[in-house]
């Protein structure tokens, strides 16, 4: 019990993240009465302050079960009451009732490729009786046109949409668009048509914000002033700034593959830079007590103008809070320990915003700290170079190494793939984002006097060319990153056990901690064995939802036969979106591309023989535009037949012509018609499936 009284920040916040989670799950709007939370606080309040010298030492378990429950109920609560479509006056309940709705900018507009998308705040709805007010994001698509781009954070605007539930997953294995948006309290989304929406009236939120986002619009304009563009300005606008909206999925993909995703995500190694920047410049205070405070406000304010410049982004807020607690810990002069800073930041967090804890990013974060926190002197002690640029080179490689180790079974679960070659990756990446950092203040810091701020302009071009051409090199290398890795919950737990038992092994050298590894790897062997024999003997066909595209799999064990049409059969990032996590979690290892329109195609186990198709037992056939049938008195039998690419049919044809079980739409046919083929179908007692639904 001793070692747990070292942590008091950490004892309070496990059961705090209980409630909230436990809130997450229920989802419903369960409200705690105040009574009872009021009694629980009132129970310990007398135990800790009045009967605590009259209890004897054995019952303290009391205190602990009173401060534990009241935890859980106020980590319920609390998420309760930041969950918005609880509200009675949410935008969520009143979406269908107008397509007339007053919202107001809450984030800076952002290009698509097809649109304009911005995050607005819901102020009032318009029907033919009244105006209401109401609450809730939502988030809306307007039509490309020069006027939208001008739209600015906190403008009112009037406009004319029918607002729609954001769709689940359509597909096996999709991400959940749904699930992320409703994290963030959105749950509508909506498109504007040119000439259907009108400013109301100019800036009227947060004046803070505006000001953090017109200074980050006026450091991007004098980047491209100094003739940084491209795939340049893409990266030093996510490194430097925050914003990310020019990288391309190219780009992504490398940054990802390559195991440097992280320095494109303005973070905890950012505001870190910035703080060591910061605290160089600022050590002439260090000198007398006055000075010294005044340094810690300096260093307060310009780490949180910085996060306000970059948006007050999730990431930059994590790391602003961690080094606002480091540094007045250490001006109060107290050796704070690390974990209790971590615990008391990440409680501050989660009391602002419960579902802070549902980001990837907050998970990654905190475990990456401790995982360092544990492992770096006990990896670097391994080995301590003489040389001082060998020192640094091994500094940097065990941070990567700690939080890399720390963090891999969440990666995995979250991302399928481990980048291979991130420890040379991270030695090129780190040291180039430092310098990066250091060369963009240098061009803004210098942009009044153009001839320097040019000149340091093109040193930061040569660095972020440098380290595209690095991490495109790396990516591009044979086995750089391993894909294709899909686990489940329970193993990525049982991944964490095992490192975690790993960490303690080698830290504590306790042989406890190697039984409790083998234990894990046990049954992780069982679980994975498990899953490679059921994967193996899979025979599945899926008929995919991807909007305006035909796509099926027909699944053989670990072999794909992939069936789709022109649209889609080299769309990469569709693909990606809507199919190959499925795959991956159906542990395929081949995929054989096949245009649907070809006529014959003759493999083990499959056969097409233009529009039909045999696939082991099962027998499909095709209704597209190109096929013809006609009514029989003997019916052809097939399984199931797919309609696909808007064919002009009715449903009374086909059962005059097959015996079917199931009827099929997939998702290449409008909706209308798919809606009209749906009345024909319950008419005539048809089993059919849409997979757009």
């Not at 939208?148 to 607002?163: A, M």
């Not at 998970?363 to 301590?384: C, E």
């Not at 069982?526 to 066909?541: G, L």
């Not at 039998?637 to 997939?666: G, H, R, W």
Request: include cysteine; hydrophobic fraction near 50%; aromatic fraction near 14%.
């Amino acid at each position: 019990m001793k070692f747990w009284h070292q942590y008091p920040f950490v004892r309070l916040i496990i059961p705090f993240i209980a409630g909230i989670f436990a809130a997450i799950v229920i989802d419903l709007p369960v409200f705690i009465p105040l009574w009872i939370l009021t009694g629980i606080l009132i129970v310990l309040i007398f135990q800790v302050f009045i009967f605590s010298k009259r209890i004897s030492y054995k019952f303290r378990w009391i205190t602990g079960i009173a401060v534990n429950t009241l935890l859980i109920l106020f980590g319920f609560e609390i998420t309760v009451m930041n969950t918005p479509k609880f509200e009675n006056q949410n935008i969520s309940k009143v979406a269908d009732k107008s397509n007339v709705f007053i919202i107001q900018v809450s984030e800076p507009v952002s290009e698509k490729p097809n649109s304009y998308k911005v995050i607005a705040k819901a102020l009032e709805f318009k029907d033919s009786l009244c105006r209401r007010k109401i609450t809730g994001k939502l988030i809306l698509y307007f039509e490309k046109d020069s006027l939208v781009r001008k739209i600015g954070y906190g403008e009112i605007l009037i406009i004319q949409s029918y607002l729609n539930e954001v769709n689940a997953p359509q597909n096996p294995g999709e991400f959940n668009y749904k699930k992320y948006l409703s994290n963030r309290g959105i749950y509508n989304q909506g498109f504007v048509k040119s000439g259907e929406w009108q400013v109301i009236d100019k800036n009227t939120a947060n004046s803070l914000k505006a000001l953090g986002i017109s200074l980050r619009t006026k450091f991007l304009k004098i980047l491209e002033e100094n003739n940084i563009k491209g795939k340049e300005f893409a990266v030093v606008s996510a490194i430097l700034l925050g914003y990310d909206d020019k990288l391309d999925s190219e780009q992504l993909r490398e940054f990802s593959g390559a195991g440097a995703m992280h320095i494109l995500c303005v973070s905890g190694l950012h505001v870190g830079i910035i703080y060591l920047i910061l605290n160089s410049l600022l050590s002439f205070l260090n000198k007398k007590r006055w000075t010294r405070f005044i340094k810690v406000v300096l260093l307060l304010l310009l780490i949180w103008v910085y996060a306000l410049i970059t948006g007050f982004s999730p990431s930059v807020l994590r790391a602003s809070t961690m080094f606002s607690f480091i540094i007045v810990g250490r001006t109060m002069k107290r050796k704070a320990n690390i974990y209790n800073i971590l615990a008391a930041s990440a409680f501050l967090l989660l009391v602002i915003n419960p579902y802070i804890l549902t980001e990837v990013g907050f998970q990654l974060s905190y475990i990456a700290v401790i995982g360092i926190v544990m492992m770096y002197k006990p990896v670097y002690n391994l080995f301590i170079p003489d040389n001082w640029l060998l020192r640094k080179i091994w500094q940097m490689t065990v941070v990567s190494i700690a939080a890399t180790f720390a963090t891999f079974p969440l990666s995995l679960f979250y991302f399928h793939q481990f980048p291979s070659l991130f420890l040379v990756t991270n030695l090129i990446a780190i040291p180039s984002s430092m310098l990066i950092i250091y060369a963009g203040i240098l061009v803004l810091l210098t942009s009044p006097v153009p001839l320097v701020s040019v000149f340091f302009a093109k040193i930061l071009s040569g660095i972020i060319w440098f380290l595209n051409f690095s991490v495109s090199s790396i990516e591009g290398l044979p086995f750089s990153t391993i894909r294709g890795i899909s686990i489940h919950s329970v193993e990525m737990i049982l991944i964490f056990g095992l490192t975690i038992s790993l960490m303690l092994l080698f830290i504590q050298k306790r042989k406890s901690f190697l039984f409790y590894a083998f234990a894990c790897s046990i049954i992780l062997m069982f679980f994975f064995s498990y899953k490679s024999f059921k994967n193996q003997n899979r025979r599945r066909i899926v008929v995919y939802s991807i909007n305006k595209a035909s796509a099926i799999d027909l699944i053989d064990g670990k072999e794909d036969f992939f069936l789709t049409d022109s649209l889609l059969i080299n769309d990469i990032d569709k693909i990606a979106y809507h199919i190959q996590n499925n795959r991956w979690k159906s542990g395929i290892k081949n995929v054989v591309k096949f245009h649907i329109d070809n006529k014959q195609i003759i493999k083990q186990n499959f056969y097409k023989n233009k529009n039909f198709i045999q696939f082991y037992d099962k027998r499909l056939v095709i209704i597209n535009p190109e096929f013809r049938f006609y009514p029989t008195q003997n019916k052809m039998k097939v399984d199931y037949l797919i309609v696909s690419q808007n064919p002009d049919i009715k449903i009374a044809e086909l059962t005059e012509s097959f015996d079917f079980e199931q009827l099929i739409f997939d998702s290449s046919n409008p909706y209308w018609k798919i809606n009209k083929w749906i009345e024909e179908c319950s008419k005539t007692g048809v089993e059919y499936y849409d997979v757009k639904q």
